[in-house]
């Protein structure tokens, strides 16, 4: 008696059955990109704690390699401590990015939906002063914005600001616009829903997740704008930590002590990995959510 064999694609099906392909990929990538951000932002938390040294008085030799006399990553021209300038450096770094990019979605995502949200001339004014601030490098204009109002902190956080919130602007106002010409949207506006209540409970929602997107995907970007800023002089003034500034100080002792200015090279390029794989994650999983 013939006995039927299973077709290709009835075999395809039971290979999968009985070997199912694990998921490794998706959900694991997910959890170890969160946790990166989450030992970060401890770390940048913890840093009074985990700092062995105080990162603005001079602790031992100069120039002592990294493992001699306890510093795990030496000391610098003046004998500072290099780890503990880096953890400064770090959290200083770390948080500041995080701050540009609440500002920016904030302002950028207001104007986003204001403009999708009324459209007629509010839309074209607001687009139009968007693209002027696209209009103009961004790099530059936050160079000049700094050389404006000085060197420090919170005036590199202002200039990073400024040329950050179009991108938002621009993402949120086209989700926007997209989303009003959805079926829901055109009956709740039918049956007498408010401006104020349809931007906030219709359109709002849905273009919160790209914009999220958008902006983790920014972290990395913004650290090395950030690093960028204080390594040509325009972050804070000596002897504060900053990762770019520390490096640019020290590039003189490349050559012989090549660990005073790669260290806290080191440390951004870490931060904006972190930064870039949290992005990627975050994209994944809104994509398979």
Not at 57 to 76: C, E, H, K, S
Request: charged share 10%; proline share 8%; aromatic share 8%.
């Amino acid at each position: 008696m013939a006995v039927a064999l299973p077709t290709a694609p009835l075999l395809a099906q039971r290979g999968r059955r009985l070997l199912p392909l694990p998921r490794f990929g998706s959900a694991t990538a997910n959890w170890i990109g969160f946790s990166l951000v989450l030992v970060v932002t401890m770390i940048a938390v913890a840093v009074p704690v985990l700092a062995p040294h105080d990162p603005l008085l001079p602790v031992g030799m100069p120039l002592q390699a990294p493992g001699r006399n306890g510093f795990l990553l030496g000391t610098d021209s003046v004998g500072r401590d290099i780890l503990s300038r880096v953890l400064y450096g770090v959290r200083s770094s770390w948080f500041a990015a995080l701050v540009v990019v609440a500002v920016g979605l904030f302002i950028g995502g207001l104007v986003g939906l204001i403009a999708g949200t009324a459209g007629g001339w509010l839309d074209s004014l607001l687009m139009r002063i968007t693209d002027g601030f696209l209009a103009l490098p961004a790099p530059v204009l936050a160079i000049a914005v700094v050389a404006a109002l000085g060197p420090g902190f919170v005036h590199t956080l202002i200039a990073v600001s400024i040329v950050w919130w179009p991108f938002y602007a621009r993402l949120v106002r086209g989700e926007v616009a997209r989303l009003a010409a959805r079926p829901h949207v055109e009956a709740a506006k039918l049956a007498g829903v408010g401006r104020f209540r349809l931007a906030g409970r219709h359109l709002l929602p849905g273009a919160v997740p790209n914009a999220l997107v958008a902006a983790s995907l920014d972290i990395g970007a913004l650290i090395l704008t950030l690093a960028a800023l204080s390594f040509l002089g325009l972050g804070q003034p000596q002897p504060a930590p900053e990762l770019g500034a520390d490096s640019a100080r020290n590039l003189s002792f490349f050559l012989q002590q090549w660990w005073v200015p790669v260290m806290p090279g080191l440390g951004v390029l870490l931060l904006a990995l972190v930064g870039n794989i949290s992005g990627d994650c975050l994209r994944n999983l809104i994509k398979t959510s």
